[in-house]
């Protein structure tokens, strides 16, 4: 990849961080921690931007490459002992009080119970907006696959939330 052509790519990834940043926070649930996977994913593919085939999908390039980064510190957290968990409140101390926010609260208090594999692909799909194609590629799994699990994670959203399908 030529100098100019690699500076061009930068740009673009640059433009993508706060998609990044969204598909980091559905990973990790947590701002902290979304932001260290936003700051890896973008240092693996910074130094190995002569990888990146021009032509080809950047968005689902950094993607996968962020889910893989995750994935494997699950697999390293699995392996490591924790600590005592800081002593912090889990949530806010005074409640909202428009009926939308709670709702919203809601459902992405439903959308974090989800099975992570469901959570992952209702996330790139529904809320980041990639195509199934493009989130079948960045999970490593098939176009049915992805479906399958949209419409699952659906089902199993209305039926926590108490709606009924029509």
Avoid at 11 to 20: C, E, N, Q, R
Avoid at 127 to 156: D, P, Q, V, W
Wanted: aromatic share 6%.
């Amino acid at each position: 990849m030529s100098a100019e052509s690699a500076g061009s790519v930068t740009t673009d990834v640059v433009a993508l961080i706060p998609a990044l940043r969204a598909f980091a926070w559905s990973l990790c649930r947590d701002s902290a921690e979304a932001d260290d996977l936003v700051q890896d994913t973008l240092l693996k593919a910074l130094s190995n931007i002569e990888k990146f085939e021009p032509g080809t999908q950047l968005r689902a390039w950094l993607f996968t490459i962020m889910r893989n980064t995750f994935y494997s510190r699950v697999k390293v957290r699995a392996r490591e002992k924790t600590g005592m968990a800081e002593c912090v409140a889990d949530g806010v101390s005074v409640a909202p009080t428009q009926e939308w926010s709670l709702r919203g609260g809601e459902l992405m208090d439903a959308v974090a119970r989800l099975p992570a594999h469901y959570r992952e692909t209702l996330i790139l799909v529904v809320m980041l907006g990639e195509s199934y194609e493009k989130a079948a590629e960045i999970c490593g799994c098939r176009i049915g696959t992805i479906k399958s699990r949209i419409n699952r994670a659906r089902s199993m959203l209305m039926a926590e939330l108490g709606e009924t399908v029509h």
